[in-house]
């Protein structure tokens, strides 16, 4: 869990130093990086992208796991769990400011604890015990949390415990299932995993607003897929 824990770290230390760094970072580098965000993210996806085994096996998760994902309505349960946390931490007035707080500390939520580049970056690491993709993800987690920080505080570093809890489990429920994965069904997780970073490149650069929490269970489904489509 080398790579999680270095996750975790990166959003709490780049919590620390957007607080403290708030009034020394103008609105022009707020704008600018989460753009560069966005790209990096896009040019991570590719190479999942290219190692799809089946692309059938791939549409199929995508649009199993999406029906079922908006059925439970994953990514509105996710936006007002994260509202509740904050407007337990932040009882001020129902100002203008307050309303800009807890989007922002939701979208943090969504992008620290429950995006598709840390379960899948944690299921990487161990199914196929590679801990690069956590890492790079690291990094621009680090950048995120600085910046989200400089808005709304020290609270983003606190959400590395609700984070380092999430891809916790999905390490520990992905490392259970490994030993029955075989080539082409990794192969096709892959797959499924590059085509939502590409939805979550998209939506931080306010390209498209996919509902990329309503992805998240073709992850789970698209293995089961790729067996069942392997023995015809």
């Known amino acids: 869990m080398v790579s999680i824990v270095c996750n975790v770290a990166a959003v709490f230390f780049g919590g620390i130093i957007g607080t403290l760094a708030a009034n020394h970072i103008s609105d022009t580098l707020k704008k600018a990086l989460p753009l560069i965000f966005a790209q990096c993210t896009m040019a991570m996806s590719v190479g999942s992208i290219s190692a799809t085994q ?4 791939v549409i199929a998760a995508m649009l199993l796991g999406s029906v079922l994902g908006t059925i439970i309505d994953l990514e509105s349960n996710i936006q007002k769990s994260g509202r509740w946390f904050a407007c337990r931490l932040n009882k001020n007035d129902l100002s203008t400011q307050r309303e800009s707080y807890l989007e922002q500390f939701t979208i943090a939520v969504i992008l620290f604890c429950a995006i598709s580049t840390g379960v899948y970056g944690a299921m990487q690491a161990a199914i196929a015990g590679n ?73 931080m650069a306010g390209i498209k607003a996919f509902p990329v929490a309503n992805m998240l269970p073709a992850l789970l489904l698209v293995m ?7 023995l015809f």
């Open 54 to 57: 089946s692309l059938t096996v």
């Open 131 to 203: 801990q690069e993709f956590l890492m790079n993800k690291s990094l621009l987690d680090f950048f995120t949390a600085i910046i989200f920080a400089s808005s709304i505080g020290f609270i983003v570093s606190l959400l590395c415990i609700s984070m380092f809890a999430c891809l916790g489990l999905v390490y520990a429920g992905a490392g259970f299932v490994a030993p029955f994965i075989n080539t082409a069904m990794f192969s096709d997780f892959c797959g499924c995993g590059g085509v939502i970073l590409l939805a979550t490149g998209l939506r």
């Open 224 to 230: 089961p897929v790729s067996y069942v489509w392997g």
